[in-house]
C-alpha cells in the first residue's frame, strides 16, 4: 500500500498525538538549541564601532585673491589619499602605541598582523568629495575611541605635513630649475656675442643693410649708365656738327676792324638817345670810345699814306675773325667727353663696390645659419627662464600658503565620541535568535515526520487511501503505568522549559545589571 501526503487538516490530530508522544525529546532540542544560541550570544565578542568625519575646506576668502599666483596642492582622490595615510608604517606605529598594543613587546612578525588586523577594522569613506569619514571598531569601547580620534589627528597632520613637503620640493626643484636655465642663458648670449664679436657682417641688421645697399648701387649704375649712353650720344651729336663747321669766320683789315667797331659803337649811341640826354653817363663814355676809334682810324691812314708815299712796304694788318659757332661746339664736345668719362669712372666704382657688397652678402648668408641657431638657442632659453621665473614666484606663494596652512585645511566636523553600546549582533540578538530556532527547528521536524511518514495515524487518512469505510475504531486506554510515564515526562517538559527560561531571565537580568 503505497502512502499519500496528508493534508494540513488531516495531520493536525496527527501533530498533537507525536507531539504527546515525543514531549519529551522535543523539549530536549528546545533546550540545545536555546542554549547553545545563548552560549553563542555570550561567547560572541562585542564589537564597538567609533568614528569621525574630517572637512576637507579647498577655497576660503585667500583663494580668490591668490587665483592665478599660488596653485593649490589639492588631490580629488581624498579617499585614497586618506587609505595611504592612515594606512602608512609611521602612523600604523604610534595607532599600536596609542591602543596599548606595544606593552606587551610583540615581535615584527606580531606587529604586522596587528597592522593588518587594525586595517581590516578600519572604514574610510568619502561622500560630496570634501567630507571624509574614519571608522574604526574594536571588542574595546575605550580603544575604539583613542585610536579613531588619533587616526584623525595623525591624517591631518600628515596631510598637511605632506602638502607643506610636497610645494617645498616643487619650489625647491623649479629653483633648481632657474638657476640651471639661468647658466644655459649666459652661455648662449655669450656664444652670440662672441660670435657677433668676431664677425661683424653677422650683427642684427647687416643683411637687410647689405641687400639695400646693393639695390642702391645697381640703381647708381643703372642711372649713370643711362647717364653716360646719352653723353655719347651727345657727344657724336657734337663732333658731327663741329665736322660741318669752318673754324675761321671772314678776314677783315686793321681799318675795316675799326669802322665795324665805329658803326656798332654808333648803333649803341643812338640807342641810348632815344632815351637818355647827352649828359647821361653812358651816352658820354660812348662819345669818348667813339672819339678815340676815329682818332685811331685817322693815324692809321696817315701811316698807310706815308708808307705810300715813301714806297715802304706796310706789314699785313689783316684782322682773322674765329666762328663763334664752331667755338662753341668744341667746348660743348670737350665737355661731353669729359662727362662721359666721369659717368664711366663712376660706373667702374659702382661696380668695384658692387662686387664688394655682393661678396659681404654672401659672407653673411654663410653666417646666418650659425647666428639663427644661436639666436633660436638664446631665445628658447630666454623664454623657458622667463616662465621658470614666474613658476617659482607662484611656487613661493603656494609654499608659504601652505607653511601658514591658508591652503587646503582639514577641520574635525563630527568629532569621535566614546561607543556606548555595541554595533553589529549581540547578546539580545542571539537570545531571541536562539529562542525562534529552539521553537522553529522540533516543530518544523515535527511536522515533516508528520507529513512524510507512510505510518496510517487516522481513520480518515485509512478510509482515503483504501477507499473503503472504517467501521469501528478501537481507542487507547493508558494503564497506571503509563500514566506514571506521561507524568514523568510532563514534570521533566515543566522542568526543561522553566529552567531555559529561568536561564534566559537570569542571564538578561546580569545584563541589565552589568
Do not use: C
Not at 98 to 122: C, F, H, Y
Not at 185 to 204: C, H, S
Not at 369 to 385: C, F, G, I, K, S
Not at 503 to 508: H, N, S
Amino acid at each position: 500500500m503505497s502512502a499519500e501526503l496528508v493534508p494540513f487538516g488531516g495531520a493536525l490530530p496527527a501533530l498533537i498525538s507525536e507531539a504527546r508522544r515525543r514531549r519529551v525529546g522535543l523539549a530536549l532540542l528546545f533546550a540545545v538549541i536555546a542554549l547553545v544560541a545563548l552560549a553563542a550570544g555570550l561567547l560572541w565578542p562585542k564589537k564597538y564601532e567609533a568614528s569621525t568625519t574630517i572637512l576637507a575646506q579647498e577655497s576660503s576668502i585667500i583663494t580668490p585673491l591668490m587665483e592665478g599666483a599660488a596653485s593649490p596642492t589639492a588631490n580629488k582622490n581624498r579617499a585614497g589619499i586618506a587609505r595611504d595615510v592612515i594606512f602608512s608604517r609611521k602612523v600604523m606605529g604610534e595607532i599600536l602605541a596609542i591602543g596599548g598594543w606595544m606593552a606587551t613587546n610583540p615581535t615584527p612578525v606580531e606587529q604586522d598582523r596587528l597592522i593588518e588586523g587594525i586595517k581590516s577594522r578600519t572604514i574610510v569613506q568619502t561622500s560630496r568629495d570634501n567630507l571624509i569619514t574614519i571608522s574604526y571598531s574594536d571588542s574595546d569601547p575605550k580603544r575604539a575611541f583613542d585610536v579613531t580620534r588619533q587616526l584623525a589627528q595623525l591624517f591631518i597632520s600628515e596631510s598637511l605635513a605632506s602638502k607643506q613637503r610636497e610645494s617645498r620640493d616643487a619650489y625647491e626643484f623649479i629653483n633648481s630649475q632657474v638657476e640651471t636655465y639661468r647658466k644655459k642663458l649666459t652661455d648662449a648670449e655669450d656664444k652670440l656675442k662672441i660670435y657677433r664679436d668676431a664677425n661683424a657682417d653677422a650683427r642684427p641688421g647687416s643683411e637687410a643693410d647689405t641687400n639695400t645697399r646693393i639695390s642702391q648701387l645697381r640703381t647708381q649704375i643703372e642711372s649713370t649708365r643711362m647717364y653716360m649712353m646719352e653723353k655719347q650720344s651727345q657727344q657724336a651729336a657734337l663732333a658731327a656738327q663741329l665736322n660741318g663747321e669752318s673754324e675761321v669766320n671772314a678776314v677783315q683789315t686793321t681799318g675795316g676792324l675799326y669802322q665795324t667797331q665805329l658803326a656798332g659803337l654808333q648803333s649803341q649811341l643812338d640807342t641810348l638817345l632815344l632815351t637818355y640826354t647827352d649828359e647821361y653817363p653812358d651816352v658820354i663814355r660812348l662819345r669818348h670810345q667813339i672819339q678815340d676809334l676815329r682818332q685811331q682810324l685817322a693815324q692809321s691812314e696817315q701811316l698807310k699814306q706815308s708808307a705810300e708815299r715813301s714806297g715802304t712796304p706796310m706789314p699785313l694788318d689783316n684782322a682773322v675773325q674765329m666762328n663763334p659757332l664752331y667755338q662753341q661746339l668744341k667746348i660743348q664736345l670737350a665737355g661731353a667727353r669729359g662727362d662721359a668719362a666721369g659717368a664711366a669712372a663712376r660706373i667702374g666704382a659702382s661696380e668695384s663696390m658692387l662686387q664688394a657688397e655682393l661678396e659681404r652678402s654672401k659672407r653673411i648668408a654663410n653666417s646666418e645659419n650659425v647666428t639663427a641657431e644661436l639666436t633660436r638657442d638664446y631665445n628658447v632659453n630666454r623664454d623657458v627662464y622667463q616662465d621658470l621665473l614666474k613658476r617659482r614666484e607662484n611656487a613661493r606663494v603656494s609654499m608659504n600658503l601652505d607653511a601658514e596652512q591658508r591652503g587646503l585645511t582639514f577641520l574635525i566636523q563630527n568629532p569621535a565620541v566614546m561607543p556606548l553600546t555595541p554595533s553589529g549582533l549581540r547578546f539580545m540578538h542571539f537570545s531571541v535568535a536562539g529562542l525562534a530556532m529552539s521553537l522553529a527547528v522540533p516543530f518544523g521536524l515535527l511536522f515533516a515526520l508528520v507529513r512524510f511518514d507512510p505510518r496510517v495515524r487516522s481513520a480518515w487518512q485509512l478510509e482515503h487511501t483504501t477507499g473503503l469505510p472504517v467501521l469501528a475504531s478501537i481507542p487507547f486506554y493508558p494503564t497506571p503505568r503509563d500514566r506514571r510515564r506521561e507524568q514523568l515526562n510532563n514534570s521533566m517538559l515543566l522542568l526543561i522549559v522553566v529552567g531555559v527560561a529561568a536561564i534566559y531571565l537570569a542571564l538578561f537580568w546580569l545584563r541589565m545589571k552589568g
